[in-house]
Nanobody
Framework: QVQLEESGGGVVQPGGSLRLSCVAS????????IAWFRQVAGKEREGVSC????????????AYADSVKGRFIVSRDNALNTVYLQMNSLKPEDTGVYYC?????????????????WGQGTQVTVSS
């Protein structure tokens, strides 16, 4: 089972940017979908984005929640076993603990499917 570790969270003003990283313990992670979720205390966990299984080009697709489309960009560097979430034009409602999670692929139900492994989370706070 791959282990995941997030980093890159912090405090940023509205309109600012952050880049989160999710490092996997195994090179085989390139053959999985990696999703980002966020959670605020007292609220349900929300799917943010998913980067497709690198071995499933044409069969799997990157995905974004409507609330972050056009502002967030998900990418991966398989040589570094790392997935990134570039967050631009941040809003206070983007505040939360961000987690990455792995599954065989993203799929159309990426925000609601079961994931095999989870990281410990990194806090993102958007505030003036």
């Amino acid at each position: 089972q791959v282990q995941l570790e997030e980093s890159g969270g912090g405090v940023v003003q509205p309109g600012g940017s952050l880049r989160l990283s999710c490092v996997a313990s195994a090179s085989s992670h390139s053959y999985t979908g990696i999703a980002w979720f966020r959670q605020v205390a007292g609220k349900e966990r929300e799917g943010v984005s998913c980067v497709r299984n690198s071995d499933a080009t044409g069969l799997d697709n990157d995905a974004y929640a409507d609330s972050v489309k056009g502002r967030f960009i998900v990418s991966r560097d398989n040589a570094l076993n790392t997935v990134y979430l570039q967050m631009n034009s941040l809003k206070p409602e983007d505040t939360g603990v961000y987690y990455c999670a792995s599954a065989p692929y993203c799929g159309t139900n990426w925000a609601g499917r079961l994931y095999d492994s989870w990281g410990q989370g990194t806090q993102v706070t958007v505030s003036s």
